[in-house]
């Protein structure tokens, strides 16, 4: 398994931990000290095995706290993405998929589908983007905007674990 080349989470102080990890989860630092107050270990120094343990909490928590996480991510070429208002990894996520280069056409077809999306399921829509284009971004909206309430919030708990593990690849 492939170790973090930056740092040695097995050794870091509590503040250390939540300020490498506290942002792997958008807005959700209450994942990486949930990890932490758990106990680290050498294992923890693995990307792949580190990920496992948060998403583990991600997946164990209530249901409101899952939906807080859903709720912390940005829209998709959204107005926070426009206004410049996002966290560091989204920005670089987002302008890595070509959100930033939207058309005016594209901008206002991922403006409707946010909002259709969001009325529908009461979070953002959230999609790993990394390697995606805009196309399949778009075309992932289509495919998902049908699916019912229960699928959606796992599908969406599912991408956020995906983001996760390509922040802590990052690092």
Request: with cysteine.
């Amino acid at each position: 398994m492939r170790q973090f080349s930056t740092c040695a989470p097995c050794d870091m102080t509590r503040e250390e931990f939540i300020n490498q990890f506290g942002e792997v989860y958008e807005h959700s630092p209450w994942v990486a000290e949930k990890v932490f107050e758990q106990g680290l270990g050498e294992k923890d120094n693995e990307v792949e095995f580190l990920h496992q343990r948060m998403a583990k909490v991600l997946i164990e928590a209530e249901k409101h706290q899952q939906l807080d996480v859903l709720c912390a991510h940005p829209d998709l070429a959204g107005r926070a993405a426009i206004s410049g208002d996002l966290s560091v990894s989204s920005l670089a996520e987002q302008a890595g998929a070509g959100l930033s280069q939207c058309t005016t056409e594209e901008f206002e077809q991922f403006t409707l589908y946010n909002d259709l999306y969001k009325s529908r399921f009461n979070f953002p829509f959230i999609m790993a983007v990394k390697g995606a284009t805009r196309k399949q971004i778009l075309d992932a909206f289509n495919n998902r905007i049908d699916n019912d309430i229960k699928a959606e919030f796992v599908f969406a708990l599912e991408e956020v674990n995906k983001i996760a593990l390509l922040r802590l690849q990052d690092m």
